[in-house]
């Protein structure tokens, strides 16, 4: 049996068009233990944020669908879950924290009160008990003074602190496993580290596990145990972190890091990859990045190539794989 918290398995998401279904998520199965941190790279529009949306049942349309063979979150199937269950799973089994904490915070409610609503919701406890509950989560996130700042407002916070305020949110709802998508995109450098090494604290003294979403190799090479690779909304690769930034095996991997030579702790020259993701509406008939690919055959522009394993926990979709990790 399988120890993973969270087992995703064949999620889609699929968009109703006029032209006919688009498929903007193909089949994403993974796992995430306890304690894990999963990386979630790929260009935008690879489906990354699409995919985790699809796991909190929180699409953001009404013309897309998720479909799948299973979403288990603790031996619960999530994708079976009706509605009214669904809400009382969001937050406590899955939170959710996104780039812009101003539009996810409420302007009108004290800060304290925002992360109280959650403890009070999800952990039954009194108005009493779920102040000092704010107060100490709020001081866990790194706010100073949090017994008089859980009184303020959002805008009396700075970008960075409302940043660990929306963290602190999610964290009063006691979640199982946090999806952070690009929580440090729009900071600066600087609040940008103090924000990844929050979130590796707080998986290490809650055991809190996490997806974090990220165009940004350089963020996930800092802060995650594994790495899945989205490209063109289909799984390419998924490893161990080590393992992928050592020796990256399919060619968009490659190329990512090709692009983001910090994430390996080398001071190549930059590169970039040449050309665009495909149009999910018309894409190629074989493999989504061939078009891209420098490595490609033959057999990439006939078959799309199956996600299989590779052994050492590796997954790989790929006809003519990388063997020494060069670039695309
Ligand atoms: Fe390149 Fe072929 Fe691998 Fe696709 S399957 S990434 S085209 S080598």
Not at 78 to 87: N, Q, Y
Not at 106 to 129: K, N, T
Request: a positive charge; aromatic letters at 2%; hydrophobic letters at 40%.
């Amino acid at each position: 049996m399988s120890s993973a918290l969270l087992q995703v398995r064949g999620l889609s998401v699929i968009a109703r068009a006029t032209q006919g279904d688009i498929t903007l998520v193909d089949r994403l199965s993974f796992d995430l233990g306890p304690g894990e941190i999963l990386g979630l790279v790929g260009e935008s529009g690879s489906g990354k944020t699409l995919a985790c949306r699809a796991l909190m049942r929180l699409l953001p349309s009404a013309n897309l669908r998720a479909e799948g063979q299973a979403v288990r979150l603790a031996g619960q199937d999530l994708l079976r879950l009706d509605e009214a269950g669904m809400r009382r799973l969001r937050g406590h089994g899955l939170g959710m924290i996104f780039q812009n904490p101003s539009s996810h915070l409420d302007p009108l409610m004290r800060i304290g009160a925002q992360i109280a609503e959650g403890v009070r919701l999800h952990q039954g406890a009194s108005r009493r008990e779920a102040r000092a509950e704010a107060i100490e989560i709020l001081r866990q996130v790194g706010i100073p003074d949090p017994q008089t700042r859980v009184d303020n407002y959002p805008h009396e916070f700075s970008g960075g602190m409302r940043q660990r305020a929306m963290i602190a949110v999610a964290l009063g709802c006691n979640p199982q496993v946090l999806i952070a998508d690009e929580p440090t995109t729009a900071l600066d450098v600087t609040v940008q580290a103090q924000i990844l090494r929050l979130l590796l604290e707080l998986r290490d003294r809650r055991g809190l596990s996490m997806i974090l979403i990220s165009h940004d190799l350089g963020v996930v090479a800092q802060t995650c145990d594994s790495i899945a690779v989205m490209y063109a909304g289909r799984l390419c690769e998924h490893a161990s972190k080590p393992a992928l930034l050592a020796q990256p095996r399919h060619p968009y991997s490659a190329g990512l890091l090709a692009c983001h030579p910090a994430a390996q702790g080398q001071g190549r020259r930059m590169n970039s990859i040449a050309g665009q993701p495909p149009l999910l509406d018309a894409p190629p008939p074989g493999c989504r990045f061939e078009p891209r690919c420098n490595q490609a055959g033959p057999v990439c522009r006939e078959q799309p190539p199956a996600l299989r394993d590779i052994g050492a926990g590796q997954r790989l979709a790929c006809h003519l794989p990388l063997l020494d990790g060069g670039s695309a």
